[in-house]
């Protein structure tokens, strides 16, 4: 069993629908990060969480420490929106997920 | 611009064959990461660096090694290419502490004939 689990492992939205990605772990972490590929391959970081909750734009990130679980939002969705968001816990070494496939049609 | 620097870009590789993946960041971060990506799955660890001159192993380190040359750089060697590492490669830093995320490259598409 993987120690990062996402859900949904895929997801359709229509454009402006708000989305909700999920990341359960299953060891004690320092952080907890949200990464996003585009479809081109490239990588970037969008959140690196230990507690509470982060706000950037649109996206919003909140972790629960004692429940072990994450989760992203996105509000007002938008095609460009459309990549894999990757969930990854630091304990030790870093841990990631599967990711979720995001696609936003308009 | 600031980040971090992968080369090459893509290679394909004989069986037997050895290469190495070059790294470099110039952020000054601390620890550094290679990772490779199969398709349709997640990032798996291969090797990390949690600071310079040291080096330790991740999920997958088989056939690979790896060098910390200095605080810059961080290379990946595979020194008889196989079938089975056909894959993406990622190189990732971050500064450890710090409220900061990773900073990824771009990636190296390996390609093992």
């Known amino acids: 069993k993987n120690e990062v689990e996402q859900s949904p492992q895929n997801l359709t939205a229509q454009e402006g629908e708000f989305i909700t990605i999920n990341c359960s772990y299953s060891v004690g972490i320092s952080a907890l990060h949200w990464l996003q590929q585009h479809p081109g391959g490239g990588i970037v970081s969008l959140f690196m969480?230990?507690?509470g909750k982060k706000k950037h734009g649109r996206l919003i990130a909140t972790i629960n420490i004692q429940e072990k679980h994450s989760s992203l939002h996105i509000t007002a969705s938008h095609p460009r929106d459309s990549a894999v968001y990757i969930c990854a816990v630091n304990a030790g070494k870093s841990t990631f997920g599967d990711g979720t496939t995001l696609t936003v049609k308009p | 611009n600031a980040g971090v620097t992968q080369t090459p870009k893509f290679q394909v590789l004989k069986t037997g064959q050895s290469m190495t993946l070059q790294c470099a960041q110039d952020?000054?971060?601390?620890?550094m990461y290679w990772y490779r990506q199969d398709p349709g799955m997640g990032l798996r660890l291969i090797y990390y660096s949690a600071s310079e001159g040291t080096t330790d192993k991740g999920e997958v380190p088989n056939g690979y090694n790896v060098s910390r040359l200095n605080k810059r750089e961080f290379s990946l060697r595979l020194e008889s290419a196989a079938p089975s590492q056909t894959s993406v490669y990622f190189c990732a830093s971050r500064q450890t502490g710090s409220v900061d995320g990773y900073t990824f490259g771009s990636g190296t598409r390996l390609t093992v004939v």
């Open positions: 969480l230990s507690s």
């Open positions: 952020m000054n971060h601390n620890s």
